[in-house]
């Protein structure tokens, strides 16, 4: 990286420095209801910016689903809804499926 570039990112982490985190780690934050919960909650007390979700695939619903890619697909419309609602950022982390040992990716 550049000199300049270095600069920018010093600057940028000077400003994430004093900005509050709030972890939400616990067994019932797993479901997707609480998850929206806590998020509108936070938000009400001005205290959300940015919403990260660290695994999708842990995530649980409420509702029944013929497969887990419905499911699935029902979880991220929700929270592009919520972001939409709170109008703040929603950053959603999956894994994707790992090829077979010795398979080359097509």
């Known amino acids: 990286m550049s000199s300049e570039e270095w600069t920018a990112v010093d600057e940028r982490s000077a400003s994430l420095s004093g900005m509050r985190l709030h972890i939400a780690d616990n067994h019932n934050i797993r479901y997707l209801s609480n998850i929206k919960s806590e998020a509108r909650r936070l938000h009400r007390r001005g205290s959300l910016k ?6 999708l695939q842990l995530i649980c619903t409420n509702m029944k689903f013929q497969n887990r890619h419905l499911e699935i697909g029902h979880i991220t419309k929700e929270l592009k809804n919520l972001a939409k609602e709170l109008d703040i950022p929603v950053i959603l982390l999956s894994q994707l499926s790992r090829p077979e040992k010795g398979t080359m990716p097509t």
Not at 50 to 55: G, P, R, T
């Open 50 to 55: 940015l919403l990260v979700i660290d695994y």
